[in-house]
């Protein structure tokens, strides 16, 4: 009995073990490949070398990256443009949801189900009508002294920022994870005399801390990971983000220890952000907010 | 009133100290105190989230929905004019288009039920907590955390007549196995893309399944461990029943996904060879982005979201909850 008990969970360690190894191997391939020249990435191919850092290694490819696109830019835009997603988006959305969850505002059930009923609409489906309403759309430029109003948002940071700030799935994270805070801490802080705006700032949010996470990292991965949308509202290089840059890659001779070397740097901050943020962020998601 | 003890919930307008004695405060004939300013302040707070819905999910819904029976044009000199069905006509006389709903219902009858299925797996394996639980929650996330272009990209290398997948065949297989040129194939093209899609998107749905599993009782586990049942017997009395809610959101979720394919697409066969793997985005963005006709387009997103909705709306009848 007992070594069947040990049998049974040595077999489990190892589908794991298999499930781990088809998960990391292409990344592995992809940081290992940027490290080596072309010509040796195609030799190691058919050895476990493949997955090695041997041979000949070095940053080349990564130096030769910055030469052929404007890299060091796009992940600048990129930056940025997720960070003000980011953080816009926590606070616009834990604002809406805790005006819903925890004041009696006349009126919310049907804004709540309003929202929610958006959640049923994929972006796909609004990407293309959207590019032609944002080109419709005024815009107000300070110039030196003078506001400029012009038509049509294409090609600007704030199309890449604006439409993705409010959304629907972290109004319902927030909310749900509002609704187990108990309302009495509310009513003590108006007790002493707090309004609605400080106990959401510090009373409610000092609280949120793993629905924040949660919303923080989801928001995060489409902002940074956006391909389709900025592929046809941006068309200036210095406004693109990092996803556009692979298609400078698609010329005649495709470098592909280059390509592997532009796909790791837009990769690795990902990850690593990932994994600082991974027990926090595994768990809140398990735990708190993702239930049907 | 004003002041009645917490369960009951006052309502004292903000700078009210609760020390005030109750006859200073003057309550209103009908509402609570602080009923004005609790309006206010809410729709205050909603008011910035709601109106940037409005702006860019509700109103582009009803204009792509308009705009499918016009001639608008992304950029056009010329006003719009109003053309009634013809986008529709001219859609579903066009064989791509047919071509693009047979791709997507294979690549989604296929996808969900794997992707579904290796999710559950892989969030069994990790479910209860042993040592080194983390590393392997990570790894299987690993994936999700790459961007889905990046992953076209790095597959797209990997899927080459030399490349690394066809190489990995021949070493297991010791040499029998000449792996196809798996995207320039009509054949092929598909089920390498449907692998890749599964591998980078498993591990989002794992962690949903996690939240369901993490849901269940620990009791009833332990009752059923008294009543001596098998492992199996374990995952169909107890685990998948307890799985129900989150059973149907990973099925809405994944076929979503799936319905609407397009970055793998864009990036690794642009549709090709031979239309195998235009998708039905595929085909809007092509006409609306790249060919400019934000009509047309229009017509096709509105086609997708009705198919979407009927997908979704048999799926809830489908996995309703039964007496």
Redesign the interface.
Known sequence: MKNQLLLRSAGTMLVRILFAVVAAFPIVFMLVSSLKPDQQIFGDMSSLAAFLPVGNISFDNYTAVFDRVPAARFLLNSVGVSAVTVILGIFVNSLCAFALSRMQVRGKKIVFTAILATLIVPFQTLALPLVWWVNQLPYFELNGFSLEFSKGWLDTYQVQIIPFIANAFSIYLFHQYFESIPKELDEAARIDGAGWFKIYRQVVMPLAGPATATVAILTFLPAWNSYLWPLMVVQSEELRPVMIGIQYFFQLNVSWGEVMAYASLITVPVVVLFIAFQRSFVNSIASSGVKG | MATAP?PT????P?????ATPPSHAKPAPHRRPGFR???L???G??A???V??L???????I??FG?AFTN?R??SPRPIEFVGVDNFARLFTDPTFYRALLNVAYFTVVIVPVQSGLAL??AL??NKKFRGV?F????????V???????S???L??YRK???VN?IL??VSFGLINGPDWLGDPNTAMPAIIILSI?QAA?FHM??W???L??ISGELYEASQLDGTSRWQQFRYVTWPGLF?????VLVTIT?QA??L??QI??MTQGGPMDSTTTI?YE??QS??RQQE?SY??AI??V??VL??IV?AVQRYLTREKD
């Open positions: 917490l919930r006052p309502r004292i903000s700078g009210t100290h609760a300013r609790e309006q302040s809410g729709w707070m909603i910035p989230a709601a940037l819905l702006a860019f999910i509700f109103i582009p819904a204009l792509g705009l608008a992304l950029i797996v892989m394996l990790i983390n392997f929650r990570t790894v299987y996330f690993l994936p955390v790459t961007s889905m272009v990046v992953v990209l790095l597959w290398f990997m030399d490349g690394l190489e021949s070493a591998w591990g962690i949903i996690l939240a369901g993490q849901g809610h989150t059973r149907s959101l979503i319905l609407g397009f970055d864009s990036v985005i809007a963005v609306g982005y934000t387009a229009s997103s509105l997708f979201f979407v909705l979704s």
